[in-house]
C-alpha cells in the first residue's frame, strides 16, 4: 500500500511561488494517478491538479497558467509548482492518489491521502 507525504507549503506573499512535493513510500506508484486537492477552512476539498501515469495533466481552471503538475518516477514523487499565487489559493494542500481512478476531479476516486501540508497566502 502506498504512503504520502506532502512538504513544502509555508507562508508567500501574494505574486509569490511555493512547489510542494508528494512523496510516495510503500509501493512505486508510477503507474498511479496522482492529484492535488486544497481544503480552504469551511470549505469542502477542492479539485487543483492531477497526472496520470501517462503524464497526462489536468487543471481546475482557477490554477490554469499558474500551477504545473509534474513527476518524477525514480523518486516517486510528485510535485506541484505554484506560481503568481493570490490569497484564494489559501488551504491546506492535499496529494492523493489511486490505481484505479476514473473521474480526476472526484475526491472520491481517491483512495490514499496525505496528512496535508498548509499554503498561506498574504497581501
Known amino acids: 500500500q502506498v504512503q504520502l507525504v506532502e512538504s513544502g507549503g509555508g507562508l508567500v506573499q501574494t505574486g509569490g511561488s511555493l512547489r510542494l512535493s508528494c512523496a510516495a513510500s510503500g509501493d512505486t506508484f508510477s503507474t498511479y494517478t496522482v492529484a492535488w486537492f486544497r481544503q480552504a477552512p469551511g470549505m469542502e476539498r477542492e479539485f487543483v491538479a492531477s497526472?496520470?501515469?501517462?503524464?497526462?495533466?489536468y487543471y481546475d481552471d482557477s490554477v490554469k497558467g499558474r500551477f504545473t503538475i509534474s513527476r518524477d518516477n525514480a523518486k516517486n514523487t510528485v510535485y506541484l509548482q505554484m506560481n503568481n499565487l493570490k490569497l484564494e489559493d489559501t488551504a491546506v494542500y492535499y496529494c492523493?492518489?489511486?490505481?484505479?481512478?476514473?473521474?480526476?476531479?472526484?475526491?472520491?476516486?481517491?483512495?490514499?491521502w496525505g496528512q496535508g501540508t498548509q499554503v498561506t497566502v498574504s497581501s
Open positions: 497526472i496520470r501515469w501517462n503524464w497526462d495533466t
Open positions: 492523493g492518489t489511486g490505481s484505479t481512478v476514473r473521474s480526476v476531479r472526484t475526491v472520491g476516486s481517491y483512495d490514499t
